[in-house]
């Protein structure tokens, strides 16, 4: 009897821990029965998802679908909303982002985010790369300026500005201040990049430069891409998910959504007859 | 009825605000120029760095631009910090509510009570209460109060003015509150900080009515912010009302109309020099 139970409990316990084990390989973040809501508006309905470590993970889906507020929710960038409700989870690395004890600040610097416009800071281009680093108490010249070097190199933008990082990066281009804006997220050194709607405001050679350094930047990141342009989704995206009025309609393979989509309004979407 | 050509109605408003313009830039001129002819004539070393003699009829003034400095210094020292730390709670770190609308409704009214009032009440608190007697530490502290408005509300402006895109980006990059507000919102919002801080100089500098009821109207150079003193904008006053030596006053008042101006001009120029620095 004793014998059994022990032997019922370690076979529990083995399953429990393989399965952690393989969902810990294959899953970096994962909603569960997600929902966000401020005030009386509810955002996003119990969405479910999972991205995998090192994909390219796009969202899209019309204006208001929630898309964005959802990227948002994963660093807490929503957090200073006013009465913000979160229910279900969201799990990074099997860790509850809204567990008690979670250490934001930390969790922003795991979760790098680059916004929809390009935000140089009024400072020299070393600086605005700088500002991340420093803040978690990195002093060192050589640490920072290694940093500084590197990021701008994975945002192929180190070319265009290596003798003039102690100038204004407001002085830099649209699409030059996008990849600044990238390479300061990477010079956070994170785990996550959160892209919201990165290319925007550029003109197509500015977005194909940020396209080929996100496709390079897959064996290094988890990469989270909203994007307006579905077009764009299915050039770099290997997952996609479709989001629409708060809900989470579909998420699969880029190619096999884009072209045998499960839901009509996917197609819908997808083809132009909305949004 | 005939309708006036657009083009003579534009060419009647741009006359007219060219006009306005030119009285404005003559009226300061004027005013300014007029004081500095007058008063240049009896400025020079001695004048500046002299002690004054049969109550400022003669000899210098140099007792009075110390404790002009004296008060400047001291009602800065306390205002800025007050100023600016109140400016940041109400801006970054209290959402709008009543209780921002109570903070600043009080801000409104002690930047409209009358100076005098203001002198009254450093009298009786200051010099009175608080035992500091008439001193150039009691004058501070009531000018202090006078500026103290005034700065909440200049680096509030400069403050909100920062876009909020900056501060997600300091947010964004795992940045705690007090973060974002030195290392993003603070550098940018210096300039109109400043652009307050200076023309607050200006207000310490040429304040008469609070400071002669706190910081009185000794002749001596003040050896400590616990002696009293005069400052220049008094001495000025008292020389006319009692003295009747006019060209001395006229030459007291162009060394605080020239101190106020170099003062100025100098902020501005460094200011420009750091934003060019920093964009």
Sequence with gaps: ?275 | MTRVHPKTKEFIAKMALRGIAAVVILTLVSIVGYVIVKGVAVIDLKFLFGQPRSMGREGGVFPFIVSSIYITVISLAVSIPLGLGSAIYLTEYRAEGWATKVIRFGIDCLAGIPSIVLGLFGFSFFVKFLHLSWSLLSGGLTVSLMILPFIIRSSEEAIRAVPQSYREVAFAAGGTKWQSVTRVVLPCALPGVMTGIILAIGKCVGETASVIFTAGTSLRTPQSVFDSGRTLAIHFYLLVRETGASDMAYGSAATLLIAILSVNFTAYYLMRRFLRRVS
């Design chain 1, 1 to 275: 009897m004793g014998f059994g139970l022990w032997l019922w409990a370690f076979g529990f316990e083995f399953t429990v821990a393989l399965v952690t084990d393989t969902q810990e390989q294959t899953v970096k973040i994962s909603a569960r029965d997600f929902s966000f809501s401020y005030g009386t508006q509810t955002a996003l309905r119990r969405i479910n998802l999972d991205i995998r470590p090192h994909e390219i993970f796009t969202i899209i889906g019309p204006a208001r679908s929630g898309k964005t507020t959802f990227l948002r929710c994963l660093n807490r960038m929503n957090d200073a909303i006013p009465n913000v409700r979160y229910e279900g989870q969201v799990l990074l690395d099997g860790a509850d982002l809204f567990g008690k004890g979670v250490d934001v600040s930390e969790l922003r610097r795991r979760l790098g985010m680059v916004f929809a416009m390009p935000v140089a800071l009024p400072k020299s281009i070393f600086n605005n790369l700088a500002l991340g680093p420093r803040m978690r108490g990195i002093r060192g010249k050589r640490r920072l300026s290694a940093l500084v070097e590197e990021s701008l190199k994975a945002a192929y933008l180190w070319d265009e500005v290596k003798d003039r990082l102690h100038e204004s990066a407001r002085n830099l281009s649209g699409g030059q201040q996008q990849r600044l804006c990238l390479a300061r997220a990477m010079a956070l050194e994170p785990e996550v990049l959160l892209l919201d709607e990165p290319c925007s405001g550029l003109d197509p050679i500015s977005t194909r430069k940020i396209e080929e350094a996100l496709v390079e930047l897959k064996s290094r990141y988890t990469i989270i891409l909203v994007t307006n342009v579905t077009a764009q989704a299915a050039r770099v995206g290997d997952r996609t998910a479709f989001f629409l009025m708060g809900e989470m309609i579909e998420c699969g393979a880029t190619e096999k959504l884009f072209t045998r989509p499960d839901d009509p309004r996917t197609s819908d979407y997808i083809t132009g007859k909305f949004g």
